[in-house]
Every structure is written in C-alpha cells, then in structure tokens.
C-alpha cells in the first residue's frame, strides 16, 4: 500500500503479530502505536533509512522477544 503524508498511524488492540514489509512504503510515518497487540520482533523496516522514519514507536503490552539493532531505544 502507499499512503503519502500519513504521519500517525494507531495500531493498537489489534492482536497484530507481525508487521508487513509494507510499513517501508510509510516515508512521513512519525508516530506508531503498536501497543496491546502479539509483536514478538521489531524488524529493521522501521527503522529509517530502510522505510518509516518514526521518530517514535510505541510498543507496550508486546510479546516482544527481539528488537532490530536498527531501532535505537530511549
């Protein structure tokens, strides 16, 4: 999918488990609520300069097992 200028996108609650490569198409991407679902890894695709530039991400209440090395964490 593209959509451009989409810069929140509230994910939340959804059981997601995996994230498409998709997110890559998200170019002005700043804020992503991944919170409450069954993520158990965040890949490098969200991390720029490999696809959205999120500045944040929030990813609580996760299966998370890994995150990419990519993602620096604050």
Do not use: H, W
């Not at 679902?37 to 609580?60: F, V």
């Amino acid at each position: 999918f593209r959509i451009n200028g989409l810069k929140r996108l509230m994910l939340n609650n959804n059981r997601l488990t995996v994230l498409p490569e998709s997110f890559t198409q998200l170019t002005s991407l700043e804020f992503l609520d991944l919170s409450y679902n069954k993520i158990q890894y965040l890949p490098a695709a969200l991390a720029a300069p490999y696809g959205s530039p999120a500045r944040t991400i929030k990813a609580t209440s996760n299966s998370l097992v890994s995150i990419a090395p990519e993602l620096s964490i604050n």
